[in-house]
Structure formats: C-alpha cells, structure tokens
C-alpha cells in the first residue's frame, strides 16, 4: 500500500477484553516495529521484526503483550485481558531495510490505533 | 544504546534559523544519529540521519563534530508549519532497534 496501515484507528473495550491490533506496512517493507505513545510522551519501542522474525521483544511490558508476523508482512499485536494502564496510542512503523544492517534507513509510521480501556 | 539528552522546549520566530542540540555521549562506534519530527496526533517523521560531520537534505541539516557526543539539527528559515516534537535517537547500527526520548517541542511564532 502507499503507506502503513492500521486498523482499527480507535478502539474501546472493557477491562480484562483481549485486543488485536493490526498493521499492514508498506508493500516490500522488510522490517516492522511496534510502539506505543501516551499523550505527551514520545514513543515506547515495544517489539520489532525482521520478515517474520521477532528480533526483540524486550519492551513489551509483560505477558500479556504478544506480537506476531506470520508471513513477513501484516503483524498484529495482541493485548490479553486488558488493562486501564493499556490505554494509549499504539504505532506501528515499518522500514525497507533490514533492522540492523549498515544502512538503517528510515521509519514509516502509520496513523496509530487509539485503544482505551474502560 | 546511548541515552540522549536534549531540551525539553524551544521557541523561535519565523524565518529565523533553530539549531536542536542533543548529547548522547556513550555512543557506540557502530550507532548512528536521526532526527524525527512529530505533529499532534500523527506518527513521527523521519528528518534526517548521519554518523558523522555534515548532513544536509532539502528540510535540514546535521552537525555531527568528531567524537559523536553530540549532534545539532539545524532547520533554516522556520515557518509556523514547523512548530512540533523533535526527537534524537541514536540507531544500533547491530540491531537496529530504535529508542525515542522525550523530544524536543518547538514552538514557532509569528
């Protein structure tokens, strides 16, 4: 596509619900990172991947936080029984280059999904 | 991957040249330095990436001096349209993972 694509854009759901959020990076897009942003801060690295390979899951706050991309290109991150502490603005951004090589190359954000948690 | 430092805020005027300082002194030899811009409620967009001296694309410029401890986004000639978060990061240049801090927010008046 012509740009990283997210869905849903705002999604609200009760405590202890689980949520799939889903992103489509940009069309031969080798690497694709998830964040997370909470109004006035700037983005939490939350996980990243290489094709379908999670390189690093270190920022993902715990357990309950999942991350996968089965085919190299669309991911989702999955959130278990959610929390009031999930709430925030959840971005995706992807990249041509590999992750890692000498040539780092620039991110691609897409428009982020608006999860809160009631 | 180095922490960088950087002010919280800046304001300026249009038309006058801003200069963005940030410091990440334990830079490592294999990282590299980029600037992203963010506007309220978008994503962040890249700006500009360099290792070392002098950068310059259409939208800006990067100082880099030879111990990589700091880097200066220079934005020529600010306009209203300008006024948003910047943020330094240094990328590893092994993992490539990317660390935002807290940004810096410019505020450009008439």
């Known amino acids: 596509g012509a740009g990283v694509s997210q869905s849903p854009r705002y999604k609200v759901t009760k405590r202890g619900q689980d949520v799939a959020l889903r992103c489509d990076p940009i069309?031969?897009?080798?690497?694709l990172y998830w964040y997370r942003q909470a109004l006035g801060q700037g983005p939490e690295f939350l996980t990243y991947f290489n094709y379908e390979a999670q390189q690093d899951k270190s920022g993902l706050p715990n357990d309950r936080f999942s991350a996968e991309r089965p085919e190299g290109s669309i991911s989702t991150l999955t959130i278990q029984r959610t929390e009031q502490r999930d709430s925030a603005m959840y971005r995706c951004?992807?990249?041509?280059?590999?992750?890692?090589?000498?040539?780092?190359?620039?991110?691609?954000f897409g428009e982020g999904s608006r999860l809160t948690v009631l | 991957l180095a922490k960088t430092t950087q002010p919280i805020s800046m304001d300026s005027y249009e038309g006058q040249e801003v200069n963005i300082t940030c410091s990440h002194n334990n830079i490592a030899t294999n990282d590299y330095i980029t600037w992203y811009q963010q506007f309220p409620s978008q994503g962040p967009r890249f700006i500009i990436q360099g290792y070392k001296t002098k950068v310059t694309n259409e939208v800006a410029s990067l100082f880099i001096p030879a111990d990589r401890k700091s880097s200066t986004l220079s934005l020529p000639r600010v306009s209203l349209s300008d006024t948003a978060v910047y943020y330094c990061?240094?990328?590893?240049?092994?993992?490539?993972?990317?660390?935002f801090g807290q940004g810096t927010t410019l505020q450009v008046k008439p």
């Open positions: 990061l240094t990328i590893s240049g092994n993992t490539g993972k990317l660390i």
């Open positions: 951004a992807s990249s041509l280059v590999l992750a890692g090589g000498t040539n780092t190359g620039e991110l691609f």
């Open positions: 069309s031969g897009h080798v690497s």
